[in-house]
């Protein structure tokens, strides 16, 4: 696994320059220690004696490259050597925290590469800049006059070489270090790294299975534990007798907690014969247990439709309302999606020892250290500086790991029991726990006037909010526009008149952000709704979105070319095309979907796919295939079957032989075209997802003439589709 850095970058005076935090020198006994680990221009790099050249990766690596990527962005600028470059994980430390989250560790929201890509440049430029001062004073010559090749400054003149590893032997931290604006940085002609497909770093590890995931943390005298909780969603305990489970061979503890019950011991295979052995009795009257959603899902669809009913308008433009009176044609539909569980291959588990001192040591998959320090500072009343949380790699995140509450259970058990414990949530409370995606109805409705323009739009989401329990001060601040759940409604499209609207329905269930966040069923029901509207005028749905974007260069550029990748043009025999498109993240992709239906059964299958992405800058140009590709599979995965149903607060799934996810067998091919553009890079990791919605479902259309208007697209919903 990737570690953390031999010193603590808390060791530091944390000064600021050029809007980024740095390292200054440090005296004393402290000072030779980082002296004999080497030479820290700033606190992202450390330039060892031996020329080797250690980076900081802020970000948590969950597969989608990040280790390798951000460190990529130093190392361009600092001429470093890759060869001789290694990786280590941040510390939980604000220091390394991300500008696109407000200075906090968190990784997630396809933020990673547009927040750190000026900041980790400039760093590397700056850590480079710190090495020509200090070789310019060291020779005694003009700093103009000196230069860099990978690990080397150079000075023509006299045909003087010298290492990084040889500078780190006597260069010394500068008082202030030097401000480095964005015209010091490299143009894109004089790039070595960014733009190639160096290896993964994180790989090796993850092929020999050396690498440490949360589940594989070990720390002495560390004991296991699991949690039970309660059938109804939310329900808290009452009554509990644990005097079975006391008895099974292996549990040392049975702890209550706020939301559950706590089985402690040696061993998974003990505290789940612990847990199964309780009797629990759970407090009634939660909202959640007059939550169904077979009957939610018609309820917000009506919500949807009734327009007397106005909701929050988080977006507005011209006038609706007249243009909609003008329209020569109007036309409207309602979407709907259920709730999807974030099915991380590494269930959700945590370690944590609580000291003596009352400090917390935490080993976690995560997402979000900062979220994580917060949350158990607020838990044990203790400042978050007294909580350090070690990041370990992540066997999936997709959103589920930016929550705390496996970490909660494993901060308050090791509190209780005095020892470190290990929680491990076995895969049915990973299901039955979740915080799923919200379920949700749209109502999208459309004028044309006379010459087939779109002339008006009215956009209506019906969800529960995330905000309100994940991001309460974000919630207050932007009065009630709740980002995650209406992100993805803004069009690209020109339409001059827009009326967008946000109606909250909270049901008592945990919602929280899901690979795409609301951008996987927002551009769902858009670009559905797109493609009705061009063949309700006979219109080829590639024409009639060029047509919508002639005045966006970059999105017409990927439609275009996805459906030249596709052969768009081409009939084929018992298949479908559809084409979606989507802009958020500020990377555009459009994708293709070849489709065939089973009319008989309702079976859908995905054999092709065709994407064009334009990122903006390709860092690393293999990541963006391999996330695409990823994202293109987990969107057909929750296209085609994936669905959480709750019963009156229980949620009816419990693992995944009744929450099926893709099998391999089933995956269809991918062809991903990467059109690097001279734009700043936006985000990658959820890209691939939103477009899937809107290409099956308009494939399934184009075939058969049915338009199926929910997800998933279940066998069921297809044939109700095709009889209707």
């Not at 490299?186 to 440490?212: C, H, M, S, W, Y």
């Not at 087939?452 to 009630?480: D, E």
């Not at 008592?508 to 559905?528: L, M, N, Q």
């Not at 700043?680 to 259309?701: F, K, Q, R, S, T």
Request: proline share 7%; hydrophobic share 45%; net charge positive.
């Amino acid at each position: 696994m990737a570690t953390r850095p031999a010193i603590s970058r808390r060791a530091f005076v944390v000064g600021s320059a050029a809007g980024l935090a740095f390292g200054f020198g440090v005296p004393g006994r402290l000072g030779r220690a980082l002296a004999r680990a080497g030479f820290s221009p700033n606190i992202w790099v450390t330039i060892h004696p031996d020329d080797t050249i250690t980076i900081v990766a802020p970000a948590a690596e969950m597969g989608q490259g990040v280790m390798t990527s951000m460190p990529m962005l130093v190392a361009e600028e600092l001429d470093a050597d890759w060869a001789k470059v290694k990786i280590v994980q941040a510390p939980s430390d604000r220091a390394y925290g991300n500008p696109g989250f407000g200075g906090l560790q968190v990784t997630g929201a396809s933020r990673t590469t547009p927040g750190y890509f000026m900041l980790l440049r400039q760093a590397g430029a700056q850590a480079r800049r710190v090495l020509l001062d200090a070789v310019a004073q060291h020779w005694g010559v003009p700093v103009a006059e000196l230069e860099t090749e990978p690990n080397v400054v150079l000075h023509r003149p006299s045909g003087r070489r010298i290492s990084y590893g040889e500078i780190a032997r006597f260069a010394q931290a500068p008082a202030t270090l030097p401000t480095i604006t964005p015209a010091d940085l490299k143009r894109p002609d004089q790039f070595r790294l960014i733009g190639r497909n160096l290896p993964r770093v994180e790989l090796p590890d993850k092929v020999t299975g050396r690498a440490i995931y949360g589940i594989d943390v070990e720390v002495p005298d560390m004991l296991v534990a699991s949690v039970l909780r309660a059938p109804v969603y939310g329900a808290p305990p009452e009554r509990v007798d644990d005097s079975a489970a006391r008895a099974v061979p292996g549990v040392t503890h049975v702890v209550m907690l706020p939301w559950g019950v706590g089985v402690v011991g040696h061993g998974f295979e003990a505290v789940q014969k612990g847990k199964a052995a309780l009797r629990v009795t759970w407090k009634p009257g939660t909202p959640a247990e007059r939550y169904s959603t077979d009957e939610a899902i018609g309820e917000y669809a009506a919500i949807a439709a009734t327009l007397s009913r106005r909701g929050l308008v988080i977006h507005e433009a011209g006038d609706v309302a007249a243009a909609m009176r003008r329209a020569v044609r109007t036309l409207a539909a309602v979407y709907v999606t259920d709730h999807v569980y974030h099915a991380t291959m590494e269930p959700m588990n945590a370690t944590a020892r609580v000291r003596p001192d009352g400090g917390v040591e935490i080993w976690a998959p995560t997402q979000a250290p900062s979220r994580n320090q917060l949350a158990v500072a607020a838990a044990l009343g203790i400042a978050p500086a007294q909580v350090t949380v070690h990041t370990t790699l992540l066997g999936g995140g997709f959103g589920r790991r930016l929550e705390n509450d496996f970490v909660l259970d494993a901060v308050l058990l090791a509190r209780a029991v005095g020892r470190p414990v290990k929680v491990i949530w076995s895969r049915e409370d990973d299901v039955r726990n979740d915080k799923y995606r919200p379920l949700t109805a749209q109502f999208l409705e459309a004028g044309l006037d006379a010459a087939g323009n779109l002339a008006a739009w009215r956009h209506r989401i019906v969800a529960a909010s995330i905000y309100a329990r994940f991001n309460p001060p974000a919630m207050a601040q932007l009065k009630g526009r709740d980002l995650p759940v209406i992100q993805g409604h803004m069009l690209t499209y020109a339409v001059a008149n827009q009326l967008h609207e946000y109606l909250r329905e909270d049901r008592g269930v945990d919602v929280g952000p899901w690979r795409s966040v609301g951008v996987g069923y927002t551009k769902f029901a858009i670009e559905s709704f797109i493609d009705e509207l061009a063949r309700a005028q006979r219109i080829d749905p590639v024409q009639w979105r060029l047509r919508l974007l002639a005045h966006h260069a970059r999105a017409a550029r990927v439609v275009r070319r996805a459906a030249e990748m596709a052969d768009w043009g081409r009939r084929r025999r018992g298949r479908g095309l559809g084409l979606a498109f989507s802009e958020e993240w500020n990377t555009y992709v459009a994708a293709v979907a070849e489709v065939s239906v089973e009319r008989a059964t309702g079976a859908l299958r995905v054999h092709r796919v065709w994407c064009a992405v334009d990122p903006g800058l390709a860092i690393h140009p293999d990541t963006i295939v391999a996330q695409i590709e990823s994202g293109v599979n987990f969107g057909i995965s929750h296209v085609l079957g994936e669905r959480i149903t709750i019963q009156r607060g229980v949620v009816q799934q419990s693992n995944f032989h009744d929450y099926p996810v893709l099998r391999m067998a089933d995956a269809p091919e991918i062809s991903v075209e990467v059109l690097s553009s001279d734009h700043p890079p936006g985000g990658i990791g959820e890209v691939g997802l939103p477009p899937m919605g809107g290409a099956i479902g308009n494939a399934v259309a184009a075939l058969t003439g049915a338009r199926v208007r929910a997800l998933p697209m279940t066998p069921e919903r297809v044939l109700a589709a095709l009889r209707a």
